[in-house]
Antibody
Framework: QVQLQESGPGLVKPSETLSLTCTVS????????WSWIRQPPGKGLEWIGY???????NYNPSLKSRVTISVDTSKNQFSLKLSSVTAADTAVYYC??????????????????????WGQGTLVTVSS | QSVLTQPPSVSAAPGQKVTISCSGS????????VSWYQQLPGTAPKLLIY???KRPSGIPDRFSGSKSGTSATLGITGLQTGDEADYYC????????????FGGGTKLTVL
């Protein structure tokens, strides 16, 4: 059974960079896309971005200028960095697995649109 | 403001059936599969339905999904108190902001 666990500081100061890591266990990080999703207190879900194990990324345009997602296959981990944070970035941050479709004709892998395994989430508060 | 529109809340009695709607457009639901997630209080979302109407292993057949045009519906039969949760629809949006999108969520109360 695949399990995901987020880790990182629960408090970040305004204008600084939020950094989180997701550790994947019970399965390999290879051959899948992996995503970050956040949920402000009392609000809905917002997709932040995803990364393929090879390193290719796609980010939510509304956050693209501040987001970097990276992967470390040797540690079965992927990470999120969100720069210049404000109080509006206070949220529970989830990491999740994205099922992948391999196109035999093109040899390319594409992320499907849903998230089948989620971490438990970690609350990050932006405050001085 | 969410890309997909869901009712803020629905309610029904134990044992009854409830449906939750999710409305979108041709750039998302109209041309892509829909998924549904259940978020119990204080927990992470859990995949309930994918590819419009498929259930992952372990999800009871009390939960069903359907899609028509630019709208989708989650159905829950034989309601239990343990079904009280927030439910979110999701899909891919092919517009300029291409990527996964979610509805605003619907709070289900089992009276």
């Amino acid at each position: 059974q695949v399990q995901l666990q987020e880790s990182g500081p629960g408090l970040v100061k305004p204008s600084e960079t939020l950094s989180l890591t997701c550790t994947v266990s019970g399965g390999s990080i290879s051959s899948y896309y992996w995503s970050w999703i956040r949920q402000p207190p009392g609000k809905g879900l917002e997709w932040i971005g995803y990364i393929y194990y090879s390193g290719s990324t796609n980010y939510n345009p509304s956050l693209k200028s501040r987001v970097t997602i990276s992967v470390d296959t040797s540690k079965n981990q992927f990470s999120l960095k969100l720069s210049s944070v404000t109080a509006a970035d206070t949220a529970v941050y989830y990491c999740a697995r994205v099922p992948t479709h391999y196109d035999i004709l093109t040899g390319l892998s594409h992320p499907l649109y849903y998230f089948d395994y989620w971490g438990q989430g970690t609350l990050v508060t932006v405050s001085s | 403001q969410s890309v997909l529109t869901q009712p803020p809340s629905v309610s029904a009695a134990p044992g009854q059936k409830v449906t939750i709607s999710c409305s979108g457009s041709s750039s998302n639901i109209g041309n892509n599969y829909v998924s549904w997630y259940q978020q119990l209080p204080g927990t992470a979302p859990k995949l309930l339905i994918y590819d419009n109407n498929k259930r992952p292993s372990g999800i009871p057949d009390r939960f069903s999904g359907s899609k028509s045009g630019t709208s989708a519906t989650l159905g829950i039969t034989g309601l239990q108190t343990g079904d009280e949760a927030d439910y979110y629809c999701g899909t891919w949006d092919s517009s300029l902001s291409a990527g996964p999108v979610f509805g605003g969520g619907t709070k289900l109360t089992v009276l």
